[in-house]
Structures are given as C-alpha cells and as structure tokens.
T-cell receptor, first 115, second 115 residues
Framework: AQSVTQLGSHVSVSEGALVLLRCNYS??????LFWYVQYPNQGLQLLLK??????LVKGINGFEAEFKKSETSFHLTKPSAHMSDAAEYFC?????????????FGTGTLLAVQP | DAMVIQNPRYQVTQFGKPVTLSCSQT?????MYWYQQKSSQAPKLLFH???????NEADTPDNFQSRRPNTSFCFLDIRSPGLGDAAMYLC??????????????FGSGTQLSVL
C-alpha cells in the first residue's frame, strides 16, 4: 500500500530564507508523487508532480522538489521564502490502479513566513 | 473563474439530523471525488464517481452516501451525523483520461460542525 509521511506539522522561516518541507513515501510500485498547497479559505492547488520522468521537478511560484529513490523522499524546496508562501502544504502519492487518480495525502505542513 | 464550487462554506447540523453537502463543476470532468479532512489529519478519500459509476472506499462508513445526478453536480449525504463526522469535506474533479498522472482540481471545501 502507498503512503506518505510529512515530517514537521509546522515550519517557520524568515522572509528570504530557504524553505524545506519534508516528505517521505512508501510504495510497492514506482510512485507518482504530488505537492499541493492550500491557502487560507481556498481549495488545494497543485504545486508540482513527479511521474517518473526527471527527478528534479519544478513547479509554480518558484518551488521545486527532488525525487530520491534511495531515500524514498520527495522534499519540497524554495530558495527564498516570500510572505505569500504562508500556507499549508500537502504531499500526496497516487494510489495504484484504475483510470482515476486517487490521492493518498500526508498530514500537511503549515508554513509560516516571518518578516 | 471558480471551477469547482462547494456550498455551503460552513454547515452546522444537529447530531443525527441528515445533512447534504453539494459540489458543482464547470470543467466537464468525468471524475468527482469526496475527501474528508479532520482537524490536523490528512484528507481521506471517501468515494469517487467515474461518470455515473460509483466507487466506494472500503473503510467509508455506511452513514455516508453520494449522488451524482449529472456531470456537473455531486452530493454528499450524511444520513445520521455523529460528533466524529465534524470535518472539512473537500470535493475534487479530474478529467478521467490520465490515470495516476492527472491533476485534481479542488473546491474550497465545506466545514461541517455537528452539535
């Protein structure tokens, strides 16, 4: 069965500092991995996805994530945090099988950006 | 521009009183999903529709039902809400042709309180 674990339910960084949000996965098949962001009072939006092509994936708003099979990780990074990045971030893995994309989410990481 | 719309944003019901949450989409997507997100927990898939085909997750309680009268609308019915059903309910859609590679589009969610 597939699962993801997000380390750190709350992360606080200063504006301009590196953002690092951690995600580890468990999968019995080659995983499809996703990062979604949820701004206050909004739905989840796709930031980026890994689907077995390039291991370094670039997403929207300057975020990127690197798939590391040896570490079973898919950490999300951004070189320089902006105040507008404050949100909750969810890592997810796609459940295997079928024509639909059933996502299994982590518990989320709430990112705070301090001025 | 809203593509997946959930109403209402906040819903209060009484213990044991049936409640219906609604979701509509303007994307003409084949697949619609319902997720339950309890406080500080990962969103959990309850069920999904591929067109008119209903797919229930194995551990979704019988208390939860769903209807999809047409492509645009999907409803979540909770027959006898308990205190443990208080949560954010997220509706999402996907096209239905890309399988595990597909992007999901989420609504803003309905926060359900049970008194």
């Amino acid at each position: 069965a597939q699962s993801v674990t997000q380390l750190g339910s709350h992360v606080s960084v200063s504006e301009g500092a590196l953002v690092l949000l951690r995600c580890n996965y468990s999968s019995s098949v080659p995983p499809y991995l996703f990062w979604y962001v949820q701004y206050p009072n909004q739905g989840l939006q796709l930031l980026l996805k890994y689907t077995s092509a390039a291991t370094l994936v670039k997403g929207i708003n300057g975020f990127e994530a690197e798939f590391k099979k040896s570490e079973t990780s898919f950490h999300l990074t951004k070189p320089s945090a902006h105040m507008s990045d404050a949100a909750e971030y969810f890592c997810a893995v796609s459940d295997y099988g079928g024509a639909t994309n059933k996502l299994i989410f982590g518990t989320g990481t709430l990112l705070a950006v301090q001025p | 521009d809203a593509m997946v719309i959930q109403n209402p944003r906040y819903q209060v019901t009484q213990f044991g009183k049936p409640v219906t949450l609604s979701c509509s989409q303007t994307l003409n997507h084949n697949v619609m999903y319902w997720y339950q997100q309890k406080s500080s927990q990962a969103p959990k898939l309850l069920f999904h529709y591929y067109d008119k085909d209903f797919n229930n997750e194995a551990d979704t309680p019988d208390n939860f039902q769903s209807r999809r009268p047409n492509t645009s609308f999907c409803f979540l019915d909770i027959r006898s809400p308990g205190l443990g059903d208080a949560a954010m309910y997220l509706c999402a859609t996907s096209g239905g042709s890309g399988g595990r590679n597909e992007k999901l589009f989420f609504g803003s969610g309905t926060q359900l309180s049970v008194l």
